[in-house]
């Protein structure tokens, strides 16, 4: 597998660099993994393949970048550099067992989560799309299986990497950790789509929000979201065991073993990618997609409320360094926003 990060300098500008534990080293020709990814679709090669062949600047101290101690700066692992517009970040739920149970207790008990034992016999809307994963979202090689539930983050511009803080607005009503497995992806010239690579996210959702109503699952998912710090290419999306945290004031206040992969899952990887990507609309040429796999456990399952200053890791097994990001709650009093006729 190979391990990417892209970096940026105040007065350096940008740049590519692989992971080569302990130290990163800047790729001489891309400055972002979109230019990368290109070169590679226009030579028929993989990213792999095209890294090797070329030359490689000083290497860098990975830890001093990591810890925000160098005039280095990690950005997210893909963008689009010139047009964040040119990047939609989506998803798909319902896709683990566990967030279909997480889902169902929330319309069941409004307002809170509760144990699941708690939860009534009779089948919720949230259940009867899982189940309908279960029946039918691992289709047999080349054949087209069941559509999963689909939702909309936002475009480029709501990407956070590792460090930075995930707002909660003050219009929310909450912000809480979703820790996944993301896809990254480009859009060749003829309309053919690549799949650039793998990386850990933290899909970050209003689960207060969306637990008063299923139907304001829409707006509780119009978030910041975080991904990286790395970019796998290669990566296996078999059986991923991973861990979230959440640290308060230095201390772990609450945590969990999470899993993610196919083997975690109802749905095959190249059934929540045909479903994306069947629209004629996301597949322009040019534009980048991330895109969430869903979740298997998060904290407000657990009666969690997460405070400002909270930090959450996401940490995934050979994805790389943890994804570390703070929460930062807007407290203000929110202003009205109206339209001005023309």
């Known amino acids: 597998m190979l391990r ?3 970096l940026i300098h105040e007065a350096d500008g940008r740049l590519v660099a692989m992971v080569e534990e302990p130290s990163l080293r800047p790729l001489a020709k891309w400055r972002s993994i979109y230019e990368l990814a290109q070169e590679a679709i226009r030579g ?15 290497p860098l101290e990975y830890d001093a970048v990591y810890d925000g101690r160098s005039p280095w700066r990690l950005l997210p692992p893909i963008d689009h550099p010139q047009e964040p517009g040119r990047c939609l970040v989506t998803g798909t739920g319902l896709t683990h067992k566990a967030s279909a149970e997480n889902r169902n207790t929330m319309h069941v008990n409004t307002g809170q989560p509760a144990a699941a034992s708690a939860v009534s016999e009779k089948l919720t809307d949230s259940m009867k799309m899982y189940r309908i994963g279960l029946e039918g979202g691992r289709p047999a090689e ?5 559509a999963p539930e689909w939702f909309y983050k936002g475009c480029g511009a709501i990407l956070k990497t590792h460090g930075e803080p995930l707002a ?3 219009y929310a009503e909450d912000g809480g950790d979703e820790a996944e497995i993301a896809g990254a992806y480009l859009i060749g010239p003829d309309s053919t789509l690549y799949r650039i690579g793998l990386m850990q996210g933290n899909e970050f959702s209003d689960h207060i ?4 109503n299923y139907l304001y699952l829409a707006p509780s998912k119009l978030r910041h979201c975080a991904i990286g710090p790395e970019l796998i290419v290669g990566a296996d999306f078999i059986d991923i065991p ?3 945290t959440i640290q308060r004031g230095g201390d772990v206040v609450w945590q969990a073993n999470i899993a993610s992969g196919e083997s975690a899952m109802c749905h095959s990887l190249a059934n929540l990618e045909h479903h994306h990507f069947k629209y ?22 657990d009666r969690v409320r997460l405070d400002d200053g909270d930090v959450m890791e996401v940490s995934f097994q050979d994805f790389g360094r943890p994804l570390r990001n703070p929460l930062a709650i807007d407290r203000s009093p929110p202003a009205l926003v109206t339209a001005r006729a023309l």
């Open 4 to 6: 990417l990060v892209q």
């Open 44 to 58: 028929g090669s993989k990213i792999a393949d095209v890294v090797a062949a070329h030359t490689f600047l000083s």
């Open 142 to 146: 080349g054949r087209v299986g069941a």
């Open 168 to 170: 909660v607005p003050n």
């Open 209 to 212: 929000t969306e637990s008063k």
């Open 242 to 244: 991973g861990r979230i």
């Open 280 to 301: 004629a609309a996301h597949r322009r040429p040019g534009d980048v997609h991330v895109h969430f796999f869903g979740a298997d456990h998060f904290s407000f399952r």
